[in-house]
């Protein structure tokens, strides 16, 4: 039998096996779910539907893959964000010496840069480095893992989702550029230059005048801050092109959705809610606002923006390890460890904060930069 007329007739012999049962046959393409740690339902088919709309070279809805742009937010879509991650690193690098930065996870997202730029100037090496230190090694408050660990296990299978099928997926954050980039590339296949986040001046100089120059990180910060109207800015300062999708959490992503939404082809938007005690079980006890009542939310309704609701739509959030771990502390964790964390403590920090502040422009101008 010649060598051709051999694989022709092994593959028709192949295929009658198989289609007999015969043969362990490998899972079809079709039995592969990129999104297993959704649940079925309509919004992972809203998502679904959406990709392979705009791969689909013969829909009118297809978007070549150069067009394939997503924005999505960090901080409470694609990690956790009580408290602020990069609050809590700040609060590390900074030190006991600074009493009135206890309370700083609980600050805003734009607090937290600013405080940001009280840390020493650096290289971004250093800074990268020492935080991605710190999130490999120190453990959430509550949570009791690591904080790199604390990514939302259904967002990085989005993320990946998304890559396989040619997106270019943008993280669009008011968190720190550098911070971000020190973890995002592990954590969710995100390189460095696919981070558009708040980011401090920024200067090429040789500190010893040895003819040794480095990138130093400035304490000034590179306007706008990149959260609400600040986001559009960003995109189109840092990719040059609108999004077909982006995905946030909150009122900070408003004017992001709002950009992408702009019904010149198709575009996805869609926001996140914290509706899951598995993410945030002591909320009210805790003094932890998780962001219920958001407005965005309202707008996303009448808009039609998809509204993704952890409870519902994620099987696992962190993954089944520390769920499980949540779920199991529900019945004896106490009070006090929570450590500041209680509204009350929270208040008397505060005070005594504004009593002893150990520098004397800090908070002045946090509200300074706030109410502008
Ligand atoms: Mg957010």
């Not at 295929?15 to 046959?25: H, K």
């Not at 609050?87 to 600050?107: A, P, Q, V, W, Y």
């Not at 945030?280 to 009542?293: Q, S």
Request: aromatic share 10%.
């Amino acid at each position: 039998m010649k060598k051709r007329t051999f694989v022709v007739f092994f593959s028709i012999l192949l295929s009658v096996f198989c289609l007999g049962g015969f043969v362990a046959c490998p899972p079809a393409a079709a039995d592969y779910d990129p999104l297993v740690s959704w649940n079925e339902g309509t919004t992972k088919d809203t998502i679904v539907n959406f990709v392979e709309e705009v791969t689909n070279p013969n829909s009118c809805n297809y978007v070549p893959p150069r067009g394939r742009i997503v924005t999505i937010d960090n901080d409470g879509t694609l990690w956790t964000e009580k408290p602020l991650i990069q609050g809590e690193f700040i609060k590390s690098r900074l030190g006991n010496g600074l009493s009135d930065l206890k309370t700083l996870g609980f600050l805003t997202e734009k607090e937290v840069v600013l405080a940001d730029l009280e840390l020493p100037e650096m290289t971004p090496e250093d800074y990268k480095q020492e935080a991605r230190e710190f999130l490999d090694t120190q453990n959430h408050p509550y949570l009791g893992f690591p904080y790199i660990q604390l990514t939302f296990q259904p967002m990085v299978e989005l993320v990946n989702y998304l890559r396989s099928n040619d997106f270019k997926v943008y993280i669009c954050s008011g968190g720190g550029t550098d911070f971000i980039r020190s973890f995002a590339e592990d954590a969710y296949g995100i390189p460095p230059e696919n981070i558009i986040g708040s980011t401090t001046q920024t200067e090429y100089i040789d500190p010893e005048e040895d003819g040794t120059y480095v990138l130093l990180k400035k304490r000034e910060l590179v306007q706008p801050f990149n959260d609400k109207a600040g986001k559009p800015v960003g995109i189109d300062r840092y990719i040059g092109k609108k999004p077909i999708m982006a995905v946030g959490n909150s009122s900070g992503d408003l004017q992001m959705l709002d950009y992408t939404d702009d019904d010149q082809g198709p575009a996805l938007m869609m926001l996140l809610h914290h509706n899951d005690p598995r993410e945030c079980p002591y909320a009210e006890e805790a003094g932890i606002d998780c962001p219920y009542d958001d407005p965005v939310f309202d707008e996303a309704n009448e808009r039609g923006w998809t509204v993704i609701s952890m409870q519902e739509d994620f099987v696992t959030v962190f993954g089944e390890e520390i769920d499980q771990a949540q779920i199991a502390s529900e019945l004896d964790i106490s009070k006090e460890d929570f450590g500041t964390v209680s509204g009350e403590e929270i208040d008397q920090a505060q005070t005594a904060s504004e009593l002893d502040i150990s520098k004397e422009d800090f908070w002045d101008r946090i509200i300074q930069e706030v109410t502008r």
